[in-house]
């Protein structure tokens, strides 16, 4: 069995959360091979034959792209690992600025710039938008969890090397969660710096903007038990992926409404920064931008202009 690992554009942690398996690994390239993975060894290409390639991060240049066909023709298997292959993940906020706006600020606009404000030549082109790897290529598998979560892992990639097939929770992180809900009167909006909440009920109840019932789970709730609302890095839950008519964003003002008795229109006046709090990990997906009741199209325009 030879696995590859490609790293397009991420940052890296995906891969970091294979090596978190720890002695694990032993037991894995007992009957695994890694022949490529940018990260952890000096593998200039990916080699024909692979069997189950890994792909991690999002679409965002001509690189990424030409890397990602490369790996579809060589390998059997490709699977989508981590948010930002899913779903485009955080690249994809980089949507909400044009393209000379985002190689300005980063070669001209930081105290680590060149002082001539010179863009290297070598840098490869970026594409339109950013795109989740399913956008550009067939994928046999996905991961979600930025970074998906070790124990999980434990589960899935001994299977996948196995050919087995496993019976996994497909619950949202509120399912996962030990919280209760607990009385909700005067409801408002909080942003996270304000106050320190409860840490026995919702809390989405207690006004923090928590998207736990609209991500998909297998983190073990592990931001809402620390005391940090869910900010949705597993990406959507499956009955808004599903659903045509279910986006994150109006799935959320109900489910607000639904809690405080707050006409839904009410509630949409309280939410703030909606590209960063409700889509920070989907943006880049054109399967999240195409429902049609989806926020992602026009706050592409607003913000980019």
Known sequence: MKIAIEELAGCSGCTIAVLDLHEMILDLVE????????????VKEPPEGIDIAFVTGAI?????????????????????????????????????SSNAELFDYVYRGVETAHPDGTVPKDVPPFLYRAFAVGDMT?????????????????????????????????????????RTMGPVENW??????????????????????????VTFGRCAAACPK????????????????REPC????????????????????EVEKELYDVAHTMYAFTIGSLIMEDKENSKIRDLIKERSG
């Open 31 to 42: 009957k695994a091979d890694i022949v490529y993975s940018p990260v952890i060894m000096d």
């Open 246 to 265: 279910r986006d994150i964003y109006n799935m959320m003002v109900r489910r607000i409404s639904d809690l405080t008795d707050k006409p839904q229109k």
């Open 226 to 241: 620390n005391n940090v609302p869910c900010h949705g890095c597993n990406g959507p839950s499956l009955d808004i992926l």
């Open 188 to 213: 408002s909006m909080k942003r996270r710096y304000e106050g320190i909440p409860d840490r026995e009920h919702c809390l989405l109840g207690q006004g923090y903007l928590c998207l736990g019932s």
């Open 138 to 178: 067939k994928i046999d598998y996905y991961i979600t969890g930025c970074p998906p979560k070790e124990a999980l892992l434990k589960q899935i990639i001994p299977a996948l090397i196995a050919g087995d097939t496993l019976e996994l929770s497909r619950k949202s992180v509120c399912a996962e969660c030990d």
């Open 60 to 96: 965002r240049n001509t690189e990424n792209q030409e890397r990602l066909n490369l790996l579809r023709k060589r390998a059997k298997k490709i699977v989508a690992f981590g948010t930002c292959a899913c779903y485009g993940g955080v690249s994809g906020l980089s949507m909400l």
